[in-house]
């Protein structure tokens, strides 16, 4: 009996030290970056099997909410922390947050690959989402209903779309949010006369409409040289948020997504590294 209960004393023992040698970590948050994050996620597992990464979509604000509400290790995000969202971590954390950049991105224009429009200006485009211009004509293409398609108002790049193409304007009512850039990306590619918006990597069965800042400039598609170089006018980093300065396992995940191995990995993906 007593070497019965040593066997199983010391079997719980091997159990309790493994669990506790396993690390979990959860990251949650926008969209644009779900196919990067849980390709970060598949490799570094692979490389260390102790570590376990969880990783969900659901639009960078509802990862953002989820940091601040402690549900979530890392916050994935298209945009930057608001003011408001800082000062709530403040309150509960007494913290700022911590912010990482991870990646860059030039956010692209998707156009039906049949659509003979090639190049807009911001103007153009902000006319288009805000309901001024409303058929392919007046900016060159077939006479037709212009149908637009975006982001739900919970992701980053809703909001970042809106701070800095439309100048804080509201989008037309008409516009068909969808919940993921995969879905506009979908959307567009099956609708002749459809726009939609959205990260770099999702281009797949559309084409990128060039843009350039006005009429007097050249226009530039979403490239990694055009982005680089700052001549595409619609570039943004992707962020990843903490409450706090990481350490342990989170720290060292952190790190090697911004070595030289995880970067690799970005530019496999679609985007752009940081270094």
Request: net charge positive.
């Amino acid at each position: 009996m007593k070497k019965l209960l040593l066997l199983l004393l010391v079997g719980f023992i091997v159990v309790l030290v493994y669990a506790q040698s396993k690390n979990t970590i959860t990251v949650k948050g926008s969209d644009t970056m779900v196919i990067l994050a849980q390709r970060w996620a598949e490799i570094y597992m692979s490389k260390n099997p102790t570590t376990t990464i969880q990783v969900t979509g659901g639009g960078s604000g509802t990862g953002i909410s989820a940091l601040i509400n402690g549900t979530t290790d890392i916050a994935n995000s298209s945009r930057p922390l608001k003011p408001s969202e800082r000062e709530k971590l403040k309150q509960r954390f007494g913290s700022l947050g911590v912010e990482v950049k991870v990646a860059k991105d030039g956010l692209s224009i998707y156009l039906h690959e049949t659509n003979p429009v090639k190049e807009l200006t911001l103007q153009q485009i902000r006319d288009i989402y805000t309901g001024k211009i409303t058929n392919w004509k007046e900016v060159g293409g077939n006479d037709a209903k212009i149908i637009l398609y975006g982001r739900e108002n919970n992701s980053g790049t809703y909001v970042y779309f809106k701070d800095e193409v439309l100048n804080g304007a509201d989008f037309v009512s008409t516009m068909q949010s969808l919940p993921g850039t995969a879905a506009v990306v979908n959307a567009v590619s099956k609708d002749k006369n459809g726009i939609g918006f959205g990260g770099a990597a999702y281009g797949k069965g559309i084409k990128y409409c060039a843009v350039k800042v006005d009429n007097q400039s050249p226009a530039y598609e979403p490239t990694e040289e055009n982005i680089r170089s700052g001549k595409y006018p619609i570039s943004r980093f992707l962020y990843m948020y903490l409450r706090n300065k990481p350490t342990g396992a989170v720290k060292e995940y952190i790190d090697w997504i911004l070595s030289a191995e995880g970067q690799e990995i970005v530019a496999k993906v679609g985007y752009f590294p940081v270094k």
